[in-house]
């Protein structure tokens, strides 16, 4: 969507975006995902034991 959005006001060229001809790089995308997916179930443990020794 944001893409998009930008594509429309014809400021320059959208790079590295899949959406318009980039290549998609599925192992990056999919590790990303993976950190992501890791931080966010370990956030709550991170916040509790930072608070304590805050």
């Known amino acids: 969507m944001w893409a998009s959005y930008l594509k429309a006001q014809n400021k320059g060229k959208i ?3 899949p959406c318009f001809g980039a290549e998609y790089n599925e192992e990056e995308n999919i590790s990303a995902t993976q950190y992501m997916l890791k931080f966010v179930e370990l ?3 991170d ?3 930072f608070m304590k020794n805050f």
């Open 15 to 17: 790079i590295s975006n």
């Open 43 to 45: 956030f709550p443990k």
């Open 47 to 49: 916040i509790k034991y």
